[in-house]
C-alpha cells in the first residue's frame, strides 16, 4: 500500500468502527418483526428515502470506484473521464423499468430477481440461468471486494498482517452482523459506511489536488507537458469504448440483484424516486474525484512504473505522502482509510445478502425443499452466508486479477440478463423460449470472444456485443410470434 502504514492509535480507531458494524447488526436483529424472507432480505418493505439512498450509494459506490478507477486513471489519463458518464447511465437504466417493477414487486410479493422472472415467464429453465448469472456476477463482485480488503490491510500494517488474514477478519465481521440482522442491519451499516464514505471523498477532492500538485488547473498543465496522450480527445476506438462502458454499466449495474432488492425494499414507488434523483448527482461526488485523483498522481508520482495489477495502488501512495505532512493530514488519511473499507464492506455485505437469498429462493426452495417454511428458508439463508464466505474468501486469496477486469468479467455474463427487465415487463409479445434463446445466444458470443482472446472488438466489450445479438434476438422473435396470454 505504498508506504500508508498506521501507528497504534489510528489502527485501534479503524478497530472500532468495524466491531461497531456488529453492534449495528444485533440492534437490527431486535428490530425484527418476524421470522419471514421478506423481513430478513427486504428489511419488511419500510425503507425511508434517507437509509434507501445511503444504501443504494455505499453499495453502488465499492473497492473499485476507490482503487480501481483511481489506478485506471492514472494509466490512461483523462481517457478515464468514461467512469463519470457510465455512472451516470445507472441511474438511467434504473428509470427505464425500476418504477414499473416496484409496483409489481409490492403487488405480487417478490422477495429475489428470479421471483419477477418466474411470474412474468413462468419458465424455470429461463428463472434458473438467470439466477445462476447473477450469483456468478455478485460473486465475482464481492470477489473484487474481499481482494481490496486484504491489499489494505496488508499496507496499513506494513505487512504485519497479511492480506489474507485481512480478507479472512472483515469477511468474519461482515457475515456476523448480517447474519444477525439481514437486510436490515445492512442497510444500517451501509447508512453509517455512506456517511463516511462521503467524508472520505470529500476530504481526498480538496486534499489531493491542492496539497500534492498545486490544483487541478496545475495538474492539467503538467499532465500535458509530461504526457500530452492523457489529455488529448480519444480516438474512434476510444469513443467507442465509452460507448460500451455506457451501455455495460448503464444495463449492468442497474440490475444488480442486491439494487433490484433495494428496490423492493422501499417504502414506496415516490420514495425510490426521490432516492435515485438524489443518486443521480453521486458520480460527482465519486468517480469524479477517483479521476481526479488520478490524474494528478501521474504528476506527483510520475516514476512509480506500477504494471496493471499494482496501479490499484496508486490511492495509497498518495495517502502515504499526505500522512507524512502533518499529524492533521495523518489522521484525514485514517478517515479516508475507514470510507475505504466503508465502500468495500457495504458492497461486499449487499452482494453477500443477494446470493444468499437467491440460492435459497431460487434453487434450494423449488429444487430442494418445496415444502420448506419461511422460517426454515430464513435458516438456510443464513448457513448459506457462511459457507458462500469461505468460498470467496479462499478465491480472493488465490486469484491475481485486477480490480477494474473483475468488474468488466462480471458484466459481461450479467447483462445478459438485461433483456428479461427493460423489454419483458413492456412487451407482453417477448416469450420465455425467446428470451431463453436471446439470453443463451448472447451468452455465446460474449464468453466465446473472451476465452478467444478477443475481450473487445474495435473498442466493444465482448459482453455488449453479446447483448445486442441477445437483444436483437428477442425483438426478431417477439415481432414473429403473437402476444402471450396472460
Not at 28 to 47: C, E, I, K, V, W
Request: charged share 10%; net charge positive.
Amino acid at each position: 500500500m505504498g508506504g500508508m502504514v498506521f501507528g497504534p492509535g489510528a489502527l485501534i480507531a479503524v478497530g472500532l468502527y468495524l466491531v461497531s458494524m456488529i453492534g449495528v447488526g444485533w440492534i437490527a436483529r431486535t428490530r425484527r418483526r418476524s421470522n419471514s424472507m421478506a423481513d430478513f432480505y427486504l428489511a419488511g418493505r419500510s425503507m425511508g428515502l434517507l437509509v434507501l439512498f445511503l444504501t443504494l450509494y455505499a453499495t453502488q459506490y465499492s473497492g473499485n470506484t476507490l482503487f480501481g478507477y483511481t489506478g485506471t486513471a492514472y494509466r490512461i489519463g483523462f481517457g478515464w473521464t468514461a467512469s463519470v458518464l457510465f455512472m451516470f447511465s445507472v441511474i438511467v437504466g434504473y428509470m427505464l423499468f425500476a418504477p414499473r417493477l416496484v409496483t409489481l414487486a409490492r403487488k405480487e410479493g417478490f422477495i429475489t430477481p428470479g421471483d419477477y422472472i418466474t411470474h412474468r415467464f413462468r419458465s424455470s429453465v429461463l428463472t434458473l440461468l438467470s439466477t445462476i448469472l447473477m450469483i456468478y456476477a455478485l460473486g465475482n463482485y464481492a470477489l473484487a471486494q474481499l481482494k481490496a480488503m486484504g491489499a489494505a490491510v496488508e499496507g496499513i500494517t506494513d505487512g504485519a498482517v497479511p492480506g489474507s488474514y485481512g480478507i479472512i477478519g472483515l469477511a468474519v465481521i461482515m457475515v456476523i452482523y448480517e447474519t444477525l440482522g439481514g437486510m436490515r442491519s445492512v442497510a444500517w451499516t451501509d447508512m453509517m459506511q455512506g456517511g463516511v464514505l462521503l467524508l472520505g471523498f470529500g476530504i481526498l477532492v480538496f486534499l489531493i489536488p491542492q496539497k500534492l500538485g498545486g490544483g487541478l488547473g496545475h495538474v492539467v498543465a503538467q499532465l500535458s507537458e509530461m504526457d500530452p496522450s492523457k489529455v488529448q480527445a480519444p480516438s474512434l476506438e476510444g469513443a467507442n469504448k465509452w460507448i460500451s462502458y455506457v451501455l455495460l454499466l448503464g444495463c449492468g449495474a442497474a440490475i444488480y440483484p442486491q439494487a433490484i432488492q433495494r428496490l423492493y425494499a422501499s417504502r414506496s414507488v415516490a420514495v425510490l424516486k426521490r432516492s435515485l434523483a438524489l443518486m443521480a448527482f453521486m458520480p460527482l461526488t465519486t468517480t469524479l474525484v477517483a479521476l481526479v485523483c488520478g490524474v494528478t498522481a501521474v504528476v506527483v508520482l510520475p516514476d512509480l512504473n506500477l504494471t496493471k495489477t499494482e496501479s490499484d495502488q496508486v490511492l495509497a501512495r498518495l495517502c502515504a505522502l499526505v500522512m507524512g505532512e502533518s499529524a492533521l493530514g495523518y489522521w484525514l488519511v485514517v478517515a479516508i482509510f475507514a470510507a475505504v473499507l466503508a465502500a468495500l464492506m457495504s458492497t461486499a455485505d449487499s452482494a453477500l445478502l443477494s446470493i444468499s437469498s437467491m440460492f435459497t429462493k431460487d434453487i434450494y426452495l423449488p429444487y430442494f425443499r418445496p415444502q420448506a417454511t419461511e422460517a426454515e428458508l430464513t435458516k438456510v439463508g443464513k448457513i448459506c452466508s457462511w459457507v458462500i464466505v469461505a468460498v470467496l474468501v479462499a478465491v480472493a486469496i488465490g486469484t491475481d486479477a485486477t480490480l477494474v477486469r473483475l468488474l468488466e468479467l462480471k458484466f459481461e455474463v450479467l447483462i445478459q440478463v438485461v433483456p428479461c427487465f427493460f423489454l419483458g415487463l413492456y412487451w407482453k409479445r417477448l416469450s420465455a423460449r425467446t428470451a431463453l434463446t436471446g439470453m443463451v445466444c448472447g451468452l455465446a458470443v460474449a464468453l466465446g470472444l473472451t476465452f478467444g482472446g478477443k475481450p473487445m472488438i474495435w473498442g466493444f466489450h465482448a459482453g455488449v456485443i453479446g447483448l445486442v445479438v441477445n437483444a436483437a434476438v428477442c425483438a426478431i422473435g417477439a415481432c414473429c410470434k403473437p402476444a402471450i396470454s396472460d
